[in-house]
């Protein structure tokens, strides 16, 4: 996949893509019914499958002060994105400039002219331009006007209710990563760098691999049953495991973030990248007497995930 950072000053190569667009937090379902339309579009018209995205996401932006709220960060999205087929990805710079553009002025300016799109496909609900003044129906006869084709998709429900990203941040701040998963189509998922952390994991007998949730909404505090995808470095691989989500009660207070432990493995793993998928939720974030108490709890913990992962 050939991932864009700009719509202007492109070569031929990168133009004429059939593009779904949105922002794609989480990659659900309903973002995946998108870009299958999309999809079909390119296979008929022999272009390229496209996504225009924004990056930062523009509630980041025009809401700075808000609490974390993205199920996914750039490069999570952009291995998903790469998982289901997606060969250019136009991933623009959402800034002061972009956000002022009128809805005539970004179909013009960015789709046309820049990225020479030939189809897109929009959400229903999708909204373009300076104050979200553009809606599907006005994309559709700017398509008509400029010479792009445009699909609108309708919005997609399961069993109770409609799959929205609102909706995945919802199930796993009540600690339901099964029920998320369903919205998903996939399990919800932390991407990252190992960083460095204080090794107190390896004192107690558990070597865990630490990751950031910076910028990330943060599922309800607890222990995970996981599978561990090591995407870089002589140990990549899909490995099961447990982690805790949370900011450590015991130890003082702590920045959020999840620590990992992989079963029956051995290994370096600082500045590896890894994906982890939440499974199932195994208990809230405690606080114990004694570290013997915690590793009692840790080894049930540790039994329980076994037996879900089997």
């Given at each position: 996949?050939?991932?864009?950072?700009?719509?202007?000053?492109?070569?031929?190569?990168?133009?004429?893509?059939?593009?779904?667009?949105?922002?794609?937090?989480?990659?659900?379902?309903?973002?995946?019914?998108?870009?299958?339309?999309?999809?079909g579009a390119a296979t008929?018209?022999?272009?390229?499958?496209?996504?225009?995205?924004?990056?930062?996401?523009?509630?980041?932006?025009?809401?700075?002060?808000?609490?974390?709220?993205?199920l996914m960060n750039a490069?999570?999205?952009?291995?998903?994105?790469?998982?289901?087929?997606?060969?250019?990805?136009?991933?623009?710079?959402?800034?002061?400039?972009?956000?002022?553009?009128?809805?005539?002025?970004?179909?013009?300016?960015?789709?046309?002219?820049?990225?020479?799109?030939?189809?897109?496909?929009?959400?229903?609900?999708?909204?373009?331009?300076?104050?979200?003044?553009?809606?599907?129906?006005?994309?559709?006869?700017?398509?008509?006007?400029?010479?792009?084709?445009?699909?609108?998709?309708?919005?997609?429900?399961?069993?109770?209710?409609?799959?929205?990203?609102?909706?995945?941040?919802?199930?796993?701040?009540?600690?339901?990563?099964?029920?998320?998963?369903?919205?998903?189509?996939?399990?919800?998922?932390?991407?990252?760098?190992?960083?460095?952390?204080?090794?107190?994991?390896?004192?107690?007998?558990?070597?865990?691999?630490?990751?950031?949730?910076?910028?990330?909404?943060?599922?309800?505090?607890?222990?995970?049953?996981?599978?561990?995808?090591?995407?870089?470095?002589?140990?990549?691989?899909?490995?099961?495991?447990?982690?805790?989500?949370?900011?450590?009660?015991?130890?003082?207070?702590?920045?959020?973030?999840?620590?990992?432990?992989?079963?029956?493995?051995?290994?370096?793993?600082?500045?590896?990248?890894?994906?982890?998928?939440?499974?199932?939720?195994?208990?809230?974030?405690?606080?114990?007497?004694?570290?013997?108490?915690?590793?009692a709890q840790m080894d049930?913990?540790?039994?329980?995930?076994?037996?879900?992962?089997?």
């Amino acid at each position: 996949m050939r991932i864009l950072r700009s719509y202007q000053g492109l070569d031929d190569n990168a133009r004429g893509a059939s593009a779904a667009i949105g922002n794609f937090d989480g990659v659900h379902l309903g973002h995946q019914a998108v870009l299958d339309l999309a999809r079909g579009a390119a296979t008929k018209g022999g272009s390229p499958l496209g996504v225009l995205t924004f990056e930062p996401h523009p509630r980041e932006v025009f809401a700075p002060d808000a609490p974390p709220f993205r199920l996914m960060n750039a490069e999570a999205k952009a291995h998903r994105l790469d998982r289901l087929g997606v060969e250019r990805l136009y991933e623009l710079p959402f800034d002061t400039a972009l956000s002022r553009l009128s809805p005539e002025a970004f179909a013009q300016d960015v789709l046309v002219d820049g990225l020479g799109l030939s189809h897109v496909v929009i959400g229903r609900d999708f909204h373009f331009g300076a104050k979200r003044a553009g809606d599907a129906d006005a994309m559709r006869d700017f398509g008509d006007r400029f010479g792009f084709g445009v699909t609108i998709a309708d919005l997609i429900a399961g069993d109770d209710g409609q799959i929205s990203s609102t909706r995945i941040r919802e199930a796993l701040s009540k600690g339901d990563p099964r029920q998320a998963a369903e919205m998903l189509g996939h399990l919800h998922r932390i991407d990252g760098p190992v960083i460095g952390g204080e090794r107190r994991g390896r004192e107690l007998g558990y070597p865990t691999a630490n990751m950031s949730m910076d910028g990330l909404h943060l599922p309800r505090f607890g222990v995970y049953a996981v599978t561990v995808d090591i995407l870089s470095g002589p140990h990549a691989g899909t490995h099961p495991g447990v982690a805790s989500l949370g900011v450590r009660p015991m130890f003082g207070v702590n920045t959020p973030n999840l620590e990992t432990f992989i079963f029956d493995f051995s290994g370096d793993l600082y500045g590896a990248d890894l994906s982890v998928g939440l499974v199932e939720f195994l208990r809230g974030e405690e606080t114990f007497d004694s570290l013997d108490a915690l590793i009692a709890q840790m080894d049930r913990d540790s039994a329980r995930a076994r037996e879900i992962l089997a």
